[in-house]
């Protein structure tokens, strides 16, 4: 009779699932990491790009406060004669909010990234006029042709509001990378328009060290009214 063989008993069948399930958590566990550590070295890479990329009087050009004066006024001159308003405005201001307006102000260009320091004789010129007693059959076709103008010349629209509450109607444009600017509102209510224009930051060439900046000067506009 021939001898029977028994089978030996397997060994370690019951555990050899094991190392797949170890595997598998570790590779959970790893692409975990990789999701929470990529977003952690963007937020660092910008931190470090935001504190590291700053501005210095050699990014701006060199051009007198009273250049700038002039170019923040040719640009409120064009908007206003698109706008199709006659009146002259005298330089000052009488009652703010209220009154006419016509002025001229400066103000400092700042290094940028993570700090507040303002750049040495570095400025900015920003150019605010204002109408009264302006009825809506002139300020809303005007400032919807102005709207119109202003896409058609390479200005970008930051915002166009009609009716803002009922009462308010604001336009809001840029362009050379958002450092020329305008705007323009109209308050029903009172009548009242007003319009301002903002050059690009620029270092005056006479600027010296330890003089005040040349956002602290004083500057004063032309009578301001239609081209002749």
């Keep these: 009779m021939p001898e029977e063989i028994t089978p030996a008993p397997a060994t370690g069948t019951a555990s050899a699932p094991a190392p797949a399930r170890t595997s598998v958590a570790r590779a959970v566990g790893i692409g975990c990491a990789a999701l929470v550590a990529v977003p952690l070295l963007l937020v660092l890479a910008l931190v470090v790009w935001l504190a590291v990329v700053t501005k210095d009087a050699s990014d701006f050009p060199r051009v007198a406060p009273e250049v700038m004066a002039g170019r923040a006024v040719d640009r409120s001159q064009e908007a206003y004669d698109v706008l199709g308003f006659t009146r002259t405005i005298e330089p000052g201001v009488e009652d703010l909010g209220v009154s006419t307006e016509n002025t001229l102000a400066a103000d400092y260009c700042y290094r940028g990234g993570l700090t507040d320091e303002t ?19 002139q300020a809303v076709p005007a400032l919807r042709r102005l709207h119109r103008h202003l896409e058609d010349t390479g200005w970008e629209i930051s915002s166009y509001r009609e009716n803002v509450s009922g009462d308010q109607w604001d336009l809001f444009a840029s362009r050379s990378d958002g450092e020329e600017r305008v705007s323009f509102h109209w308050y029903a209510d009172r009548g009242w328009f007003t319009g301002g224009a903002s050059t690009s930051c620029a270092v005056d060439p006479g600027w010296r060290a330890g003089e005040d900046q040349p956002a602290e000067a004083v500057l004063t506009p032309p009578a301001f009214g239609p081209s002749a």
Excluded: F, N, Q
Aim: proline share 5%; hydrophobic share 40%.
């Design 119 to 137: 750049v040495d004789g570095a400025y900015r010129v920003s150019h605010s006029w204002a109408l009264d007693d302006v009825p809506a059959e």
